[in-house]
């Protein structure tokens, strides 16, 4: 039986190792509060659980004890499975935040079948895939993309099945169901003659997405709230009269309650027989569709960098797709129509294309640089023209 405390600025660790029955934690327990007291200030505990292979009534006592004292900044993590057991039929898992224990997963033997820019994707067997994070992605950004996932789905989108978390090596993964199928881009790429075929699905994910009313309540979050947060973050890059820029298009956006993908660009939707499915989905919320459309717009038509990588098609190619996809949305209203809504969803388009800088605060300066460039170019350049555009959106009623 051994414990060990590690605290690194409050966020304190303690783990529990061996068998702690009834003798070891009469022996233990002193030890635990001392060393606890010891460490200096403690704004969060997390009791680690992953060595501990039996607990006893005493050994539940500490836990209630630890839970008394740190209140709603103490957890427990990494309960194996007979431990859990425990924990559940006691009712403990009712009065303190309780995770079970990941699965260990290796991707050794596995095939690599996809890869974007977050995380590799491989095959586990006939039925399921994994999806496997780059290192130091956190548990919030798994447990975001996993609960959209089941939320869209329960929504009535098509995507594939999300099951656990798992942890590969240092890594964390996620297992969704395995799609028969490919991306549109591999799909549109082999057969560039179906591309109006093509064209008209990748419409009908849209309006079918962007038909489904978010409830109050949901735990979706609202897409405004992300883009201004991710505005305020990229702050540093650009001049403030430029970013109010941006501030006023992501203000003056009608408010919408829709589901919204954020990035369903080619790559991210699999055709499965005739069906295209909805795959990625860690950027779900609600809002107006023009966000959504202007994001799209924003990858398959104006993306900075290794274009054919990230969408998977040649750009001249990705482009008539998408011009395409935009008239089967609005099917049925007139030329000069669309090309006003085109109109309106590139300037929405600009803020993604810049406030993706968000997602990491370590970009090679090159990057940055590009950005900046570009952003003169279709930002600082054209504020007059942004602010006129920006007068016309209550125009778009859903
Ligand atoms: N459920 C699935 N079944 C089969 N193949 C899949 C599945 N999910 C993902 N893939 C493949 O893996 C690739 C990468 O997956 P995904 O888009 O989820 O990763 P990502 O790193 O988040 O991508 P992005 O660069 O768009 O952020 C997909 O383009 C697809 O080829
Ligand atoms: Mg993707």
């Given at each position: 039986?051994?414990?060990?405390?590690?605290?690194?600025?409050?966020?304190?660790?303690?783990?529990?190792?061996?068998?702690?029955?009834?003798y070891a934690a009469s022996k233990i327990a002193g030890q635990i509060t001392q060393e606890l007291e010891e460490c200096g200030e403690i704004r969060q505990l997390v009791c680690d659980l992953e060595e501990l292979d039996y607990i006893s009534s005493s050994g539940l006592r500490i836990m209630l004890g630890l839970a008394k004292k740190y209140k709603n900044n103490f957890s427990i993590i990494e309960a194996?499975?007979?431990?859990?057991?425990?924990?559940?039929?006691?009712?403990?898992?009712?009065?303190?935040?309780?995770?079970?224990?990941?699965?260990r997963l290796s991707v050794e033997e596995c095939q690599e079948?996809?890869?974007?820019?977050?995380?590799?994707?491989?095959?586990?067997?006939?039925?399921?895939?994994?999806?496997?994070f780059r290192e130091g992605t956190t548990m919030q950004e798994l447990k975001n993309e996993i609960n959209m996932a089941k939320e869209a789905f329960v929504m009535g989108m098509p995507t594939a099945i999300s099951f656990d978390i798992v942890r590969v090596g240092n890594q964390y993964?996620?297992?969704?169901?395995?799609?028969?199928?490919?991306?549109?881009?591999?799909?549109?790429k082999r057969n560039p003659e179906r591309l109006e075929e093509l064209a008209k699905l990748y419409a009908g994910l849209f309006r079918q997405l962007h038909s489904i009313e978010v409830p109050q309540g949901s735990s979706i979050p609202s897409v405004l709230e992300n883009e201004i947060k991710a505005i305020n973050h990229i702050g540093r890059y650009f001049d403030q009269e430029s970013l109010d820029i941006l501030m006023e298009i992501v203000k003056s956006i009608p408010k919408g309650n829709r589901l919204l993908h954020c990035d369903l660009q080619s790559k991210n939707a699999m055709l499965q027989g005739d069906e295209l499915m909805l795959i990625d989905m860690g950027e779900v919320g609600y809002g107006h569709p023009l966000t959504d459309l202007g994001h799209s717009y924003s990858a398959m038509v104006t993306l900075l960098g290794d274009y054919a990588?990230?969408?998977?098609?040649?750009?001249?190619?990705?482009?008539?797709?998408?011009?395409?996809?935009?008239?089967?949305?609005?099917?049925?209203?007139?030329?000069?129509?669309?090309?006003?809504?085109?109109?309106?969803?590139?300037?929405?388009s600009c803020v993604r294309a810049f406030s993706w800088l968000s997602l990491s605060d370590s970009f090679p300066e090159e990057v940055i640089r590009m950005c900046q460039d570009a952003f003169k170019e279709r930002v600082a350049d054209r504020k007059d023209y942004i602010k006129q555009i920006c007068s016309t959106f209550g125009d778009w009623e859903m």
């Open positions: 039986m051994e414990i060990s405390v590690n605290n690194i600025n409050g966020l304190a660790t303690l783990k529990i190792i061996g068998r702690l029955d009834t194996n499975p007979t431990v859990y057991q425990v924990f559940e039929t006691t009712g403990f898992v009712k009065l303190m935040k309780i995770e079970k224990a990941l699965r079948i996809g890869k974007g820019g977050v995380g590799v994707v491989y095959r586990l067997d006939d039925d399921t895939i994994i999806k496997v993964g996620l297992v969704y169901e395995l799609l028969n199928a490919e991306t549109l881009s591999a799909c549109l990588s990230i969408i998977g098609l040649p750009q001249e190619l990705a482009v008539k797709l998408w011009h395409r996809m935009i008239h089967h949305y609005f099917e049925g209203a007139s030329e000069e129509e669309i090309t006003h809504r085109i109109h309106q969803i590139e300037v929405v």
